[in-house]
């Protein structure tokens, strides 16, 4: 037992790469926050199969958001890194939580209308729909009082909540209730080409996306290709000027700088010269991730014993808390032979 503060997070192994919007808005802020706190970060596997996938791919992808999380600075024996479905109390509490959801409150979700509409309504399905019911299962199985996450789960937090309360007033204290630990500033990166839009793993065209494990000269190429704008002046003015501001953003958190020194750094020197530094700025920080992922996915074995262990540590804690739910709904005890 530790008196540390729970946290809980997690990401969808649904791409090969990690793309720049998950490193901002959530690895780097979980790799902060998992020293003071008993952190558990999740490769919710579960969730990516809410759209189609490929199988093969989906087991590839899985050890490599896992290698992409060590790399980028979880360390997975101070925090408990694992993948969900090798925790099978995340299904079976998901299943008492969508039994007390309002079919209402779930048809809200703005991610699952924006997911149906890009996917298409033939495609849609009702895992895809009850995906943020089981995302309230992950958080609310490990006691989490803090969730961090982008500015597009703050929803998905509201609802954790929301459920956690009527369980605990209709069944009787159960659950913690969570918190959304959101980071403003770097709360949403937009897509390179489209500066308007969040940057995502499932956007429709890849020019915009900045790929952790893309090659430095890929990754260069795309940021000297942002849109920017006609004005010419390197100023932080995001509804004027959201291509800038974007770039801005990105640059000083990768940096470590205030926006403000950086745009004394660039006054007078146009969106060329910002680009490149830019462009340095993350090769430089995604070239030694890259490298040390290279070398964990050499050795699969020793990343799957890893995943099993913390699998055993996140198991140990869920299966109390769902034995508790499961008791304060009336299900009856299977009897011990
Ligand atoms: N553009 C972004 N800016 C800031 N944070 C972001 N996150 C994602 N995109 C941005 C944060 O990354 C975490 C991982 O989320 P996920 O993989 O579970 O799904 P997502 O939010 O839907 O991310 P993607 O990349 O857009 O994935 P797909 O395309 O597969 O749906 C979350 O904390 C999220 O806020």
Redesign the pocket.
């Known amino acids: 037992m530790t008196d540390k503060t729970r946290l809980y997070?997690?990401?969808?192994p649904?791409?090969e790469s990690l793309?720049l919007?998950?490193y901002?808005?959530?690895l780097l802020n979980w790799k902060k926050l998992q020293e003071a706190n008993d952190a558990f970060f999740s490769i919710?596997d579960l969730?990516a199969i809410t759209v189609a996938q490929d199988p093969a791919l989906l087991r590839s992808n899985t050890r490599r958001t896992a290698a992409q999380y060590i790399a980028a600075g979880i360390d997975p024996s101070a925090s408990t890194l694992y993948v969900q479905s090798h925790v099978p109390a995340h299904a079976e509490l998901a299943w008492l939580l969508n039994t007390i959801t309002g079919f209402g409150e779930a048809s809200r979700m703005t991610?699952f209308k924006d997911k149906s509409l890009r996917h298409g309504s033939d495609s849609v399905t009702v895992g895809l729909f009850a995906y943020p019911v089981l995302m309230a299962a992950d958080i609310l199985l490990y006691d989490a009082k803090i969730v961090p996450?982008?500015?597009?789960?703050r929803q998905h937090v509201e609802l954790t909540r929301d459920l956690a309360a009527r369980f605990n007033s209709r069944f009787g204290e159960t659950f913690v209730i969570p918190e959304a630990d959101i980071v403003k500033e770097?709360?949403?990166?937009?897509d390179l080409q489209n500066p308007t839009s969040?940057?995502?793993?499932?956007?429709e065209s890849h020019a915009g996306v900045i790929w952790v494990l893309d090659e430095p000269s890929v990754t260069a190429k795309k940021i000297m290709r942002a849109v920017t704008d006609a004005d010419g002046g390197v100023v932080f003015d995001r509804e004027n000027k959201p291509g800038v501001a974007n770039l801005l953003t990105i640059y000083s958190v990768m940096a470590n700088r205030s926006i403000s020194s950086l745009e004394d750094e660039y006054a007078g020197r146009g969106y060329g010269d910002l680009k490149k530094g830019l462009a340095e700025v993350v090769t430089g920080t995604f070239g030694p991730i890259r490298e040390r992922v290279l070398e964990l996915l050499a050795d699969p074995a020793e990343l799957d014993r890893l995943l099993a262990q913390n699998a055993d540590r996140a198991a140990e804690v869920a299966n109390v808390t769902l034995a508790k739910a499961y008791d304060r709904v009336g299900l009856l005890p299977r009897p011990r032979r």
């Open positions: 997070s997690g990401m969808q649904s791409a793309q919007g998950n901002i808005g959530a919710v969730h991610q996450v982008g500015e597009d789960q770097t709360a949403k990166i937009y969040k940057m995502s793993k499932s956007a």
